[in-house]
């Protein structure tokens, strides 16, 4: 397309969402992605025919527009996945939910007792301030459990200890929780054996198959989407972005449009702007720091590992965080019935030891904590293993993270025909739903409505003590999907800390 209307930057769910919104407005758009494929860190790997996500990607959202989206555009393609996952600690496996009677027989009478002693010293002498993870979790569980459940897997996850992690991280993704409550909700909860929690949606080939379609589709209407193309500079004239210039290959292109919309990484916008912005908000981007991720797939001789769709390994023996098994997730993700193939995930840092490891040395690695931890037989069952990197999978909640965002925040509103969306578009540590709904606003605000999308959060709508009346008044306005309107919202709430 020679003039489009919209430029838009990045083909993950939060771009390609915008682009097939824009078209079902009549606007034109091209989207610009710098990798050979789409779907951002929701997209679907493969090797040799086995296929992987970068984790595992649950389709859950309380948002009825999005899910409306993903059953408009991938229709039958859409499975009903059951759900189990455990934990594994000091060699033992719990549910996860936790269930009570689980939960006891495996820690033992003892260790339950402790752990309601601990529990019951917090609340004589909570923190008296809660800045930090650790203070927020341990006021709400107690010190114990929070070393078992919480501290170790999160650790893994961020790199740096809870207690230099914001406490808002928490307080965003687990508000209304508390162990009393955690156990009431376990041992009195209505049969929910259909809700979000025990099944989940998933693409039948995996999450990728959903952002191929909408390429697909959008590459149909003309509304092209451009692979192995990466936005270099964004050309300013005061307030308006002028053009874009990219590169793809050794071919540099200008394109030009009316409004533009990235889902690139923030830092990185505001770093290619030209003229460069000034320098208190070059340095705000600086300041922002991302947690990076690669995945081990191995392909194990045995039809039948493990029932889990996925596994936490909070041991701290272990460097492996979660373990996926995805013909659990969709059988159809492996092509031979007789072969199973694991995804073992490691937390990183580029450039730090785990990260600069070879793929030879990764493989070793994975191949033997799976091995050390029982799931596998024998290293001879181990018949093949690759490795996928990923750059900035988490934006990190750090302690200076909140100044430094709306350093950017309060620059990039000053813009007229600049919109940013999505997980690393707005450094917020998202589901694909909040992306999708970013997008979905954005592509309103261009034709002509007003949404803030600094203020959309779909987190919220999963933790609002909404009363009854204000619950019922959504769920009949459709705001809220029929499988989420079952699930209560302290479920949810517990479920999304560990994604
Ligand atoms: C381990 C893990 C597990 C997860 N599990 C779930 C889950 O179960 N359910 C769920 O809903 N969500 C899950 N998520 C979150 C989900 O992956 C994200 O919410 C979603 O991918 C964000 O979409 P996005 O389009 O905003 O960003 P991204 O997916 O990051 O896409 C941004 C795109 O922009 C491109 N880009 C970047 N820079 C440029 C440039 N300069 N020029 C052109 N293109 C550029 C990138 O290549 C990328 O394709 C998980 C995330 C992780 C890390």
New binding site residues.
Partial sequence: MNNPEVVI????????TAAYELAKKNITSIT????SQ??????TETYKGYRF?????????KVSEVQQLWHEVLASDMIKVPRLSRIYYDSKFFSYPLEPYNALSNLGLRNSALILASYCKTKLFPHPVEDNLEQWVTNRFGRRLYRIFFKTYTEKVWGIECDKIQADWAAQRIKGLSLKKAVLNALFKVNNTKTLIKEFEYPRLGPGMMWERFQDILNEQGNTVHLD????RLDREGKRITNVV?GSGDRITQHTAKDFVS???IT?LVQ?LNPQPPDHILQAAKNLKYRD?LIVPLIIDQPNLFPDNWIYIHSPHFRVGRIQNFKNWSPEMVPDPQKTCVGM?YFCSEGDELWEKSEAELIELASREIVGLGLVDSLDQIKDGTTIR?H???PVYDGEYRQNLQVLQDYLKTFENLQT?????MHRY??????MLTAILAAKNIAGENHDLWNVNVERSYHEDFTKEQWKSKKEQGAISPEAAQLSQREISLEKVR?
């Fill in positions: 930057i990045g083909g993950g769910p939060a771009g390609l610009l992605e710098k990798s789409v779907g951002g860190i929701s997209r996500d970068i984790g595992g990607h649950r389709f859950f959202t193309t990466a936005v270099l990219t889902s690139m990484p990185q290619r991720f995930e990923q900035k999978a988490y969306i999505g997980r690393n578009g998202n589901n694909q739903d909040h992306s994604d």
